[in-house]
């Protein structure tokens, strides 16, 4: 039986397993008045392909966490989340014979990684990670060091260094690459590859690492932690982006087999996953986005450029039959597109009159998908996974839990733009309510959401 895959993705803490663990409760709990699809009665019964899998103990847990007043911890290792459903009417006459799909849920960080997979090489990826650093202007204050080296090691133009002297630059560089991490990273820029950096190949998160007691700022224990890890790529086998002249040395092709050896073990599968679904739900948290500034949007655009041009190089065995097809029968048969869902999620932190401004601003991060509308049919959807405030009558008021203590706040949120990014936005003038989330006190029912029943039935393509 064919079986949909779905990848969840969207840069770390946008929301990805909070919108699968609510998304997977309401489908195993299906209560019609709670998550309408299509029209009224429609019902879904759905269950677990393997109820003992560690995907389906953890999505137990992170409901569990819910009850607790908690929100699922953050993700360390790819998840795949394998259901059965089919739908029924009100009277439990089967519409649908049984179906699969699988939605998948990476960390974050790994996608990140995008660059390995969109270069061909170890001199193409470093050439495209210098420009991405000297392009933005935060990166290129974060990494002014690194790339004043790299171009130190470019002078002495494509001949190959002594032994001794390719090793001694390289080292620098290496110190030099993690320093602009560790302190990209405490800039609260999302740029960080490889991404082992920040979670390592066994699942360690860097957070852990970064000793907060030593005095020193949080840039400066981030960069001490990285450097004490050695993270940099596999245990052992670090890389960093090195120039012609040196990749060409003897100890330039060693650092250039730990980068093919990462390509092959953790960015080709991360990425091959997201490649190889039928459908795209791409999660961006606005609030974050309008609070970090354009620095921190024009990083995040210029990843999702890389992803979308990854997407619709799709080289599966079936779409290639199927374009030849296509040539053969003078385009009667297309190929089959992906279907990108570009979400704005966590839009209940954002008061309810204003959700259809958020529209607007999705679409301009989203828009290098338009490019490739031949392989890509894009949707845009606002939703709230777990709708933890109240939206008041009086303009932008809203009322929530504090995450942390639990207490109750009042606030008032602030007004989105009205024709997308402005010219003059730096991100200081935004603040969005960061509230803990609200389950009911009938913990057998699913939290109550908005927009994700929406963005199901076109998912499931329940929609006649
Ligand atoms: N108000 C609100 N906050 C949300 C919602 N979904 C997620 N959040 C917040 O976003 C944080 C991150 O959510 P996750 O689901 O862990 O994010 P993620 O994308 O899986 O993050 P990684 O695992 O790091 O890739 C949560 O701890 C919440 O604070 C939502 O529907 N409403
Ligand atoms: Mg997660």
Same mark, same amino acid.
């Given at each position: 039986?064919?079986?949909?895959?779905?990848?969840?993705?969207?840069?770390?803490?946008?929301?990805?397993?909070?919108?699968?663990?609510?998304?997977?409760?309401?489908?195993?709990?299906?209560?019609?008045?709670?998550?309408?699809?299509?029209?009224?009665? !429609?019902?879904?019964?759905?269950?677990?392909?393997?109820?003992?899998?560690?995907?389906?103990?953890?999505?137990?847990?992170?409901? !569990?966490?819910?009850?607790?007043?908690?929100?699922?911890?953050?993700? @360390?290792?790819?998840?795949?989340?394998?259901?059965?459903?089919?739908?029924?009417?009100?009277?439990?006459?089967?519409?649908?014979?049984?179906?699969?799909?699988?939605?998948?849920?990476?960390?974050?960080?790994? %996608?990140?990684?995008?660059?390995?997979?969109?270069?061909?090489?170890?001199?193409?990826?470093?050439?495209?990670?210098?420009?991405?650093?000297?392009? #933005?202007?935060?990166?290129?204050?974060?990494?002014?060091?690194?790339?004043?080296?790299?171009?130190?090691?470019?002078?002495?133009?494509?001949?190959?260094?002594?032994?001794?002297?390719?090793?001694?630059?390289?080292?620098?560089?290496?110190?030099?690459?993690?320093?602009?991490?560790?302190?990209?990273?405490?800039?609260?820029?999302?740029?960080?590859?490889?991404?082992?950096?920040?979670?390592?190949?066994?699942?360690?998160?860097?957070?852990?690492?970064?000793?907060?007691?030593?005095?020193?700022?949080?840039?400066?224990?981030?960069?001490?932690?990285?450097?004490?890890?050695?993270?940099?790529?596999?245990?052992?086998?670090?890389?960093?982006?090195?120039?012609?002249?040196?990749?060409?040395?003897?100890?330039?092709?060693?650092?250039?087999?730990?980068?093919?050896?990462?390509?092959?073990?953790?960015?080709?599968?991360?990425?091959?996953?997201?490649?190889?679904?039928?459908?795209?739900?791409?999660?961006?948290?606005?609030?974050?986005?309008?609070?970090?500034?354009?620095?921190?949007?024009?990083?995040?655009?210029?990843?999702?450029?890389?992803?979308?041009?990854?997407?619709?190089?799709?080289?599966?065995?079936?779409? @290639?039959?199927?374009?030849?097809?296509?040539?053969?029968?003078?385009? %009667?048969?297309?190929?089959?597109?992906?279907?990108?869902?570009?979400?704005?999620?966590?839009?209940?932190?954002?008061?309810?009159?204003?959700?259809?401004?958020?529209?607007?601003?999705?679409? #301009?991060?989203?828009?290098?998908?338009?490019?490739?509308?031949?392989?890509?049919?894009?949707?845009?959807?606002?939703?709230?996974?777990?709708?933890?405030?109240?939206?008041?009558?009086?303009?932008?008021?809203?009322?929530?839990?504090?995450?942390?203590?639990?207490?109750?706040?009042?606030?008032?949120?602030?007004?989105?733009?009205?024709?997308?990014?402005?010219?003059?936005?730096?991100?200081?003038?935004?603040?969005?309510?960061?509230?803990?989330?609200?389950?009911?006190?009938?913990?057998?029912?699913?939290?109550?959401?908005?927009?994700? #029943?929406?963005?199901?039935?076109?998912?499931?393509?329940?929609?006649?």
């Amino acid at each position: 039986m064919f079986e949909q895959r779905v990848a969840v993705v969207g840069l770390t803490q946008s929301g990805k397993t909070t919108f699968l663990v609510s998304l997977l409760n309401h489908l195993l709990e299906h209560d019609p008045d709670r998550f309408q699809l299509s029209g009224e009665g !429609l019902q879904i019964r759905a269950g677990w392909r393997n109820e003992h899998s560690d995907d389906a103990d953890h999505y137990r847990e992170s409901r !569990l966490l819910l009850n607790q007043g908690k929100w699922p911890q953050k993700s @360390m290792d790819p998840r795949s989340y394998r259901l059965w459903w089919r739908s029924t009417d009100r009277n439990g006459r089967i519409n649908t014979r049984n179906k699969k799909i699988a939605f998948r849920d990476i960390p974050g960080e790994r %996608l990140m990684d995008v660059l390995m997979v969109t270069t061909s090489s170890f001199g193409e990826w470093s050439k495209a990670i210098c420009n991405q650093i000297r392009s #933005d202007q935060k990166l290129s204050e974060c990494g002014a060091e690194f790339i004043r080296l790299f171009d130190v090691a470019c002078e002495g133009g494509p001949q190959k260094p002594s032994s001794a002297v390719a090793k001694e630059q390289i080292s620098e560089l290496q110190i030099a690459y993690m320093r602009f991490i560790g302190k990209s990273i405490g800039a609260n820029s999302p740029f960080y590859t490889p991404s082992t950096v920040a979670i390592d190949e066994n699942g360690e998160y860097l957070g852990e690492f970064v000793d907060k007691s030593t005095g020193k700022n949080h840039t400066e224990a981030v960069i001490e932690a990285i450097i004490t890890r050695g993270d940099c790529g596999l245990k052992g086998k670090p890389f960093c982006p090195l120039p012609a002249g040196l990749i060409a040395t003897k100890e330039g092709k060693q650092v250039t087999s730990n980068f093919k050896l990462y390509r092959r073990r953790i960015a080709k599968p991360s990425m091959r996953s997201l490649q190889r679904c039928d459908d795209m739900v791409l999660l961006v948290d606005v609030a974050q986005l309008l609070t970090r500034g354009p620095d921190w949007k024009n990083v995040c655009q210029s990843f999702l450029e890389q992803m979308a041009r990854y997407m619709a190089e799709k080289r599966t065995a079936w779409i @290639m039959a199927k374009r030849i097809t296509s040539r053969l029968t003078f385009g %009667l048969v297309s190929p089959p597109k992906t279907r990108v869902f570009v979400v704005a999620a966590q839009a209940d932190r954002i008061h309810q009159s204003e959700h259809e401004l958020l529209r607007p601003l999705v679409k #301009d991060v989203a828009r290098c998908f338009r490019r490739f509308d031949t392989e890509i049919e894009l949707y845009d959807e606002v939703i709230s996974a777990i709708n933890s405030t109240v939206s008041e009558d009086a303009p932008r008021w809203m009322k929530w839990e504090d995450r942390k203590t639990g207490e109750p706040k009042r606030g008032n949120s602030p007004g989105l733009p009205g024709n997308g990014f402005a010219d003059d936005w730096k991100g200081t003038e935004y603040l969005f309510p960061r509230p803990r989330p609200r389950i009911p006190r009938n913990k057998a029912n699913p939290p109550e959401q908005f927009g994700m #029943d929406r963005l199901a039935e076109k998912l499931l393509r329940l929609k006649k």
